[in-house]
């Protein structure tokens, strides 16, 4: 999945929700198709994980997607929160 904000304009995460089925993995978001890591979790089975009200919001570079990648993990659900800024 991905989302990408528009020209001279960045996401800014605030907050992330993730939980997980029956099947240990990892869940990753990145700056970009291929970019930088900006979050990884390792979620055990039936577990996940919570980020919320970051006091330093996670920024992607400019006019670039939010793309999420996960391996193994098979039912899962995965919220991020945020705003868009210069």
Known sequence: MKAAPGAG?????TDIFFSNGAVAGNVTLLDGSGGAVKWECYPAINGGASETGM???IRLTANTGLFVTSTTVTTHTFTVNGYIAP
């Open 9 to 13: 304009l960045s996401l800014y995460i």
């Open 55 to 57: 006091r330093n919001p």
